[in-house]
């Protein structure tokens, strides 16, 4: 029996070491904690406009009367988040007394495990998912659509309340289902040391910066000691593997896959090649931005090590990596930036479809979408698991909550400057969930190699692409 319990602290832990992949099966998004797939066009170039607070939808009380039928729901979800999990399961026992949910915690071979479950009907009732996982539990037609579900029950004011990138991206390409409900909000941004951009005498980054004046500011952050070794690298980018990149090759005006057509590779655009081997250049040819195997150890910091002991003077990661910095600050003051611009304008980020599925063959697909909706539709639970980890709850209405929560439960460590920026991000409509392929894991394991070979060995050219995306497009269209 798997025993191995895996919280978001672990995955970010193991995500540090290189090792996510090892420990999860298929987790290239590596959702910090956790760590999505519709088409997804070019974002436009747009300036993020100010937040502002947006009236929480009226959730009104459930009006099934309870069944006298006793009901066993499973749920599999993060562990580590005991307080939020045993008051979820309480408040749903006091409306449903007949109902007994029965939690379960994510291990080893996520994805494929659930997936051998439900093949031989013994799968958990209510999954916490993400890209991976759902579009490969709901290709193998093991997910129930909640279309007629959410159509039924959910009013028009509460979808809205969903940041569109997630809600949408939840609708798988092909099948049309909704695959799952929102659960958090994760995506890829920049944290930066303010007193080394001070020394330098560059600018912070702002809503307007633009990849020129990242190049300049890595130039001008990198410092190197008599000998021409550097001692401190301009920058560092966590995004070498086929799901994070996606954020690069579209500030570039590419993608990974074809937007019309999700058999099609597009890794080798010009626009896609053009944002690797910027990067490559940067990584190898001046290496502002550090090399994997310079800034090996994660120290205490996890995946955060490289910022907060000096390493680097701005990193690109993920947005739940926030929280290591508020429970463990560093030595100096820090920042956190939205995506640059393009080098047409375009202003593109990256997102996850982290969310709550139910399994197809679930005895009680009523309760499970009434536990759901308390899940992914009320605020308790949104609230209270974002208390954990600082990650950002699922909807726009709860943004100033969870503003006004960081800055209090952190007084010390958090300002709002740490927290604006991603209001501003997620509402400026340039966020899209990741891209995926018809044969995801077949096109990754094509691709990841290359990426290593460019960005970790640096023994070959951008070019060594075309030749990975066409066999890419073969297998997708075979």
Known sequence: MDTHRFSRRDFLRLSAL?????????????????????????????????????????????????????????????SGQDDAVNEAVAAFAER??????????????????????????????????????????????????????????????????????????LVHPDSGIRMGMPYYTWFYQWYYNKEAFDEAGVAYPNDDWTVDDYSDALEALTVRDADGNVTRWGGVEQCYETFRIQVWLRIFGGHLVDPSDRTVCALSSEESKAALEWHRARTWDTNTLAQSLQIVSPGAYMGMDPLATGKVAIMGQGSGDII?????????????????????????????????????????????????????????????????????????????GF??????????????????PQVRQLLGG????????KRTKESAELIEPVLQQIFTVGDVDVSVVDDVCADVTAINQA
């Open 96 to 169: 449903y007394p007949n109902v007994t949910i029965n939690f379960e915690p994510i291990g080893d071979a996520w994805g494929e495990k659930q997936l051998t479950q439900m093949v031989s009907g013994t799968a958990p009732d209510i999954l916490t998912g993400y890209d991976q996982t759902s579009y490969l539990w709901a290709e193998k037609g093991q997910l129930l659509d909640l279309n007629p579900l959410v159509d039924a029950d959910l009013t028009q004011s509460q979808i809205d309340d969903f940041f569109e990138h997630h809600w949408e991206g």
């Open 403 to 420: 503003e006004d929560m960081i800055l209090a439960q952190y007084p010390d460590t958090a300002k709002p400057e740490h927290i604006e």
């Open 324 to 400: 290591t910095l508020l429970q463990d600050p560093p030595g100096f003051e820090w920042g956190v930036a939205v995506p640059p611009a393009g080098p047409d304008g375009t202003r593109a980020g990256l997102s996850t479809i982290d969310n709550w599925g139910i399994w197809k063959g679930t005895s009680s697909p009523d309760m499970a979408w009434e536990f759901l909706k308390m899940l992914s539709v009320e605020d308790e639970f949104q609230m209270a698991v974002s208390a954990l980890w600082g990650g950002v709850p699922n909807r726009k209405s709860l943004l100033e």
């Open 18 to 78: 290189g090792m996510a992949g090892v420990a999860l099966a298929s987790c290239a998004p590596q959702p910090t904690a956790a760590p999505p797939a519709p088409p997804a066009g070019e974002a436009e170039a747009t300036t993020a406009p100010a937040a502002e607070a947006t009236e929480a939808p009226a959730v009104e009380a459930p009006t099934q009367a309870p069944s006298a039928e006793k009901v066993e729901l499973r749920w599999l979800d993060w």
């Open 430 to 437: 340039y966020i899209k969930v990741g891209e995926q392929f």
